[in-house]
């Protein structure tokens, strides 16, 4: 059964980084498109990135560009998301999540697995 647990979570002043990993396991990674998703309380999960399985299509919500990097490494069964920059809006409970489907999606309806979250918090 496949897995995903993602970490790297934390508390970052506004303008830090933080790099989040997402460890899959039950299955090779190289089958399925990861996603990013992120949810504040009282809000909906909205998409934050996106990465296909092999890297050659990727997805990023308008906001996360130029900030965030996604990116995959099969041989270690693990995802990561790049963020810098953080903003006063970026936090929220970080979730990554997979899909068999080829493509990217940024629709939280799209991914059949996810992992259990990590809180991101950015306050000074």
Do not use: H
Not at 1 to 20: A, H, K, M, T, Y
Not at 54 to 64: F, I, L, P, V
Not at 95 to 102: E, G, H, P, T, V
């Amino acid at each position: 059964q496949l897995q995903l647990v993602e970490s790297g979570g934390g508390l970052v002043q506004p303008g830090g980084s933080l790099r989040l990993s997402c460890a899959v396991s039950g299955a090779t990674l190289d089958y399925y498109t990861i996603g990013w998703f992120r949810q504040a309380p009282g809000k909906e999960r909205e998409g934050v990135s996106c990465i296909s399985r092999y890297s050659d299509n990727t997805y990023y919500a308008d906001s996360m560009k130029g900030r965030f990097t996604i990116s995959r490494d099969n041989a270690k069964n693990t995802v990561y998301l790049q963020m810098n920059s953080l903003k006063p809006e970026d936090p929220a409970v970080y979730y990554c999540a997979a899909r068999s489907n080829y493509y990217c999606s940024n629709l939280p309806g799209n991914f059949g697995s996810w992992g259990q979250g990590t809180q991101v918090t950015v306050s000074s």
